[in-house]
Structure formats: C-alpha cells, structure tokens
C-alpha cells in the first residue's frame, strides 16, 4: 500500500513536471531563423565560421544528440546526470577573466557560456538550466542564451530559468535510482538538500569516468578541428624559432608564439606557454618566462593553441645561436631517438603503458652510456625524466585522465609522445651526471592520432626536427 502511494506520487511530480515545462516552452519559443545573438556564434550571425546545422564550428547538431544518446546508454537505468558549465573566475572585482567552457558541459550541449547546468535522463531528455538575465547584465556584458536558446539553438528538450532549478532538480533527484556528476564544477547544486540526501545514501558518483570514455576515442569531426589546431600551432612554432635567432628574451618568444596562434584562426593558447632558456629548461612546468637566453644555450617550448574546443600540444627544443654544442648533440640524439622508436609504437592495440615502458628502457640505456646514469641504478632514472611518456589530447590537455593507462590505444585516440631528460645547473636529485651536461632541458614532443593501420603524426610542419650543426 506504501509503496503503491509513493509511486502515484512520483507519477503526479512527473506529470507536473513535464506539463509545466510543455507550458514554459510554449510561452519562450521562438523561430531559429530570429535568434541573431545567443551569446556565443551561430550559422546567422557568423556563416563564415558555421555552416547551417553547426552548434559550434565543425560540429553538427546530429553529432551532439549523438553524444547525449551514447551517454544515456552507457549510464545504468534510471540515472540522473548533472554537468554544471564552468564557474566564470574574475579577473578584477567586476571584470572577468575570458571564459573556457568545462569540456564536459561543451561536449555534451555545445554552449561556451558561463552558468548553466545541463541535465541529462531518460525521462527528460536534456534539460538545460539557463542563468537569469537581465537588460543590465546585457549593458555590462553582452547578451547570454537564455531558455529560448536553450530550446532553439541548443536543441534541448526541456529548458528553465536557473531560478526555477532547485524545485525541479529537487524532484528529479529524488526520483533517480543513481546521480552522476562532474565533481570539478558540482558548486551551483551542491547545496540542495535532496543532492545532500543522495549523497549520505550514496546515490551520488562521479560522471567523469563516462565521460571520459566517450571523449576518448575522436569522431571525424574533431579530428578534423584536432588537425587545424595541431597545424596551427606547427607553423607558429616555425615562426617563433626563427625569430628565436635574433629575439633572445623568454618573453617576447612566449608573445610571438600566442600571436601567431591568434593571426591564424586559434581562439587561445591551450596553455601558459613554457619557453625556458638554459637551466630554465629543466623545470617541466616553467611558466615565468622572464629570462634572457645566452648564447650557447638551448631553449624549450611548450606550446599548443585551442581552436573551436580543440587542443594542441607539441615541444622543440633547439639552439637559438643555431649549432648545437657537442654535449646538446648527445642528449638530443637520445631524446630524438626514443621520440622516434616511441612514435613507431602508435597503433591500435598497444597501451600507453607499454610505449611509456618501452621509452624507459631506450632512456635508461642511453643515460648510462653517457656516463650521466650509474648501471645499476635505474632507480635515480626519475631524477632524471619523472614524467609519462605522453598523454590523452582532445578538449582538455590531459584528456580521459580517469581511464586506465593499460587501455589499448584504438583507432580515432589522439595522444602525446614526448620523452625528454632535466638536469639543473646545481645538483638536486642526481648528483652524477657530468659538468657538461648540467643546466640542460631537452624535450621533443609529437602529436600523434592513431589510424586503423597505425599513426598520423599531427605535427607535419616540425616533423623534421631543427637542422643540428655541432661547433
């Protein structure tokens, strides 16, 4: 008798729930041929970066009902998936920094903008919270999608002001066998008693190890958008080195390289560009840039550039002063080789993993013949190269990080190959290596897309390396 009570009553909030958005929509609809700014682009108001049916460049509506369906199957029955946007992050007390949408929440509804939250159920279909506006947001800063949007433009099935989402998540919560969320951007919702509920009752699980899934493995139309951006960073890379032979300050290397991205098409940099000179080379995440490189010492670039949500990410290391030194050559041969063997590995079937073991054992052998490695003591090996082989690239730059790295590598994946070797001028965990090579970061970092038959390498413009001369 309870239970049949209790499920009248989910019938009648589904009832409810779907009559007043039926209502809702029926008051805000409007023709997709009137929208002229939504925010963000769409084929009316920029045809040359959309073609009719493209939610965002490249990317067909098709293809995100798609990603919604695939999504919704390989979830279990009955489960509530929440994908909250990014959180905007201000810049002053009233000028924000520019937005980068969480890949997730673009992945799924095409839209770049700050403050929605996507919800996604086989009972709802995808419903979109869109945030409250008003005509003085709009003065300040620009017109926003709103429900109307969300309806026309993003082709949700169900679509409410944002001021209208704890009554009906709260519903939606308490009917759902299981919720699924990103953690990285849960703030907007977390505080409703029923998400609170469900998480003491342990209804509540991470999202992101499905999500990651879906977006591992590249459709034709990313790895379309994937290969521009990949080209566009290759030949500002090229722009940048030469000018490396007359420019020899970090910083102007570092706003040449973003230049040149932007001049050809990238919306931004992937990431804060790491241009190390000399020993700065050697810290893996160097991000001052504010040095000087002498003449005589090598210089590492990071780089990679964002078009349409799509990343890049490629590394060069060469000598401004254009001749290698004959310790420079020695290490990047080595590191050049193991780039080379590593690449050859790319293919379906072989892990991450496997290629990462396979370049330790190529670096290993090669520090101890250089005498910078003592035989018998691989385990100072970390000292010397404490990272990963490569990783996922797509619309984060370390992509479908919750999937295992003994996943065998498909047709479609796009990763990184980038073995490489840091030594500091002064001894700080590897007190062996020789003079000669002290204050030296080298590394050479490919893109690479695995093909049916075996691998494309995304950087074509660089793929030759720098012409190594030694004085």
Same mark, same amino acid.
């Given at each position: 008798m309870a239970m049949a009570a209790r499920l009248l009553r989910s019938t009648e909030v589904a009832s409810r729930f779907l009559s007043a958005s039926h209502g809702l929509v029926q008051r805000a609809a409007y023709t997709a041929g009137g929208i002229v700014d939504v925010g963000q682009p769409t084929p009316q108001s920029h045809p040359e970066l959309l073609a009719d049916g493209e939610i965002t460049p490249g990317i067909r509506n098709e293809e995100y009902i798609s990603r919604r369906k695939k999504l919704l199957e390989v979830l279990p029955e009955k !489960?509530?998936?929440?994908?909250?946007?990014?959180?905007?992050?201000?810049?002053? $007390?009233?000028?924000p920094y520019p937005f980068r949408q969480n890949g997730d929440y673009l992945y799924i509804t095409g839209c770049t903008?700050?403050?929605?939250?996507?919800?996604? !159920?086989?009972?709802?279909?995808?419903?979109?919270?869109?945030?409250?506006?008003?005509?003085?947001?709009?003065?300040?800063?620009?017109?926003?999608?709103?429900?109307?949007a969300a309806m026309d433009f993003f082709k949700a099935d169900k679509a409410f002001p944002l001021s209208q989402m704890q009554k009906i998540l709260t519903e939606l919560i308490e009917r759902s066998k299981g919720v699924y969320h990103n953690v990285k951007t849960a703030s907007s919702y977390k505080n409703l008693d029923a998400f609170r509920r469900a998480s003491l009752n342990n209804k509540v699980k991470d999202l992101t190890n499905y999500t990651d899934e879906l977006r591992w493995v590249k459709s034709k139309s990313e790895i379309k958008l994937m290969r521009? !951006?990949?080209?566009?960073?290759?030949?500002?890379?090229?722009?940048?080195?030469?000018?490396?032979?007359?420019?020899?300050?970090?910083?102007?290397?570092?706003?040449?390289?973003? &230049?040149?991205?932007?001049?050809?098409?990238?919306?931004?940099?992937?990431f804060h560009p790491v241009v190390g000179g000399g020993a700065n080379g050697s810290i893996i995440h160097y991000s001052r840039n504010d040095r000087k490189?002498?003449?005589? $010492?090598?210089?590492?670039?990071?780089?990679?550039?964002? &078009?349409?949500? &799509?990343?890049?990410?490629?590394?060069?290391?060469?000598?401004?002063?254009?001749?290698?030194s004959p310790a420079q050559e020695?290490? &990047?041969?080595?590191?050049?080789?193991?780039?080379?063997?590593?690449?050859?590995?790319?293919?379906?079937?072989?892990?991450?993993?496997?290629?990462?073991?396979? !370049?330790?054992?190529?670096?290993?052998?090669?520090?101890?013949?250089?005498?910078?490695?003592?035989k018998g003591k691989s385990i100072q090996y970390n000292y010397l190269n404490p990272t990963a082989i490569?990783?996922?690239?797509?619309?984060?730059?370390?992509?479908?990080?919750?999937?295992?790295?003994?996943?065998?590598?498909?047709?479609?994946?796009?990763?990184t190959i980038e073995p490489g070797v840091y030594i500091p001028a002064a001894p700080v965990l590897n007190e062996r290596a020789p003079a000669r090579y002290r204050g030296m970061g080298i590394r050479i970092e490919d893109e690479v897309l695995v093909t049916d038959d075996g691998h494309e390498v995304r950087t074509p413009v660089l793929s030759t390396h720098y012409i190594r001369t030694t004085q």
């Open positions: !489960s509530l998936a929440i994908i909250a946007s990014a959180d905007q992050q201000m810049m002053t $007390d009233v000028v903008q700050p403050g929605g939250v996507a919800v996604l !159920s086989e009972e709802t279909g995808l419903c979109m919270f869109m945030p409250d506006t008003n005509k003085e947001d709009v003065v300040w800063q620009g017109q926003t999608a709103g429900v109307e521009e !951006s990949a080209s566009i960073v290759s030949q500002s890379l090229l722009q940048t080195m030469l000018l490396s032979r007359t420019h020899r300050e970090e910083s102007q290397l570092a706003a040449k390289i973003e &230049y040149e991205c932007k001049m050809r098409g990238a919306q931004r940099m992937a490189i002498k003449t005589g $010492d090598l210089l590492l670039m990071d780089v990679g550039c964002e &078009y349409h949500g &799509y990343l890049s990410d490629l590394t060069r290391t060469w000598p401004p002063c254009g001749r290698f020695e290490l &990047y041969s080595l590191i050049l080789e193991t780039n080379k063997e590593c690449i050859k590995l790319c293919k379906p079937g072989t892990s991450i993993n496997e290629i990462h073991n396979h !370049s330790v054992k190529l670096l290993i052998k090669g520090f101890q013949e250089l005498g910078i490695l003592e490569g990783h996922s690239l797509g619309m984060d730059i370390h992509d479908s990080m919750t999937l295992p790295k003994d996943k065998p590598l498909e047709p479609g994946v796009v990763i």
